[in-house]
C-alpha cells in the first residue's frame, strides 16, 4: 500500500501520457478540448502536498489540482490549459524525504487523516499521529466508565 500518484492511480504510463489520453478522450466525446501543452517554463515550479493519500499538484494558475507524477516531475493544468502560462509545462517540486513523509503518513488508519504540506518535517507528521492515538485512547477510557 502507498499513497496514489498519477501512476497509480489515474494512467500507469505517466504525465505526458494521461494528457494525450485526456485531450483525446475529450475530443471524442466532443467536449471542449484543453490546448495541447507546448514548451517547458524553468522560471516557475509547483509543490507537490499530500491531500487524503494522495500525492497532487495544486494549479499555479486556477482552482484545479491532479495527481503528481512522481517519475515526470512537470506540471500541466487539463481543467485552465495553464493558459496564464502560454500553455507550458513547469517544474513540479518534489520533497527530498517523500519517502518518510509516506512511510509516516501510511501509519495513519483513515485516508483523510494523510496530509501534507511542504515545510512539514516527519517529526511533526509523527508528533500528530501520538497525538491522535493518545487522544483516541483517552476518548475510548472516556467512553468506557
Ligand atoms: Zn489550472
Redesign the pocket.
Known amino acids: 500500500m502507498a499513497l496514489k500518484t498519477m501512476r497509480s492511480a489515474l494512467h500507469r504510463e505517466g504525465f505526458e501520457a494521461f494528457v494525450q489520453h485526456y485531450r483525446a478522450q475529450r475530443a471524442r466525446k466532443r467536449l471542449p478540448v484543453p490546448e495541447a501543452p507546448r514548451g517547458f517554463d524553468d522560471t516557475r515550479a509547483a509543490a507537490v502536498r499530500v491531500n487524503w493519500g494522495q500525492w497532487i499538484i495544486d ?1 499555479p ?2 482552482p ?1 489540482a491532479i495527481l503528481a507524477d512522481p517519475d515526470d516531475r512537470r506540471f500541466y ?1 487539463l ?2 490549459g ?1 493558459a496564464d502560462n502560454g500553455h507550458r509545462w513547469i517544474a513540479v517540486v518534489w520533497p527530498n524525504e517523500a519517502a518518510a513523509i509516506e512511510d509516516e503518513l501510511l501509519k495513519r488508519p483513515r485516508e483523510e487523516n494523510r496530509n501534507w504540506f511542504p515545510g512539514e518535517d516527519t517529526f511533526k507528521l509523527r508528533l500528530e499521529r501520538e497525538g491522535y492515538e493518545q487522544w483516541y485512547a483517552a476518548v475510548g477510557r472516556h467512553l468506557r466508565k
Do not use: T
Request: net charge negative; proline share 0%; aromatic share 12%.
Open positions: 494549479c494558475f486556477c484545479s493544468c481543467e485552465c495553464s
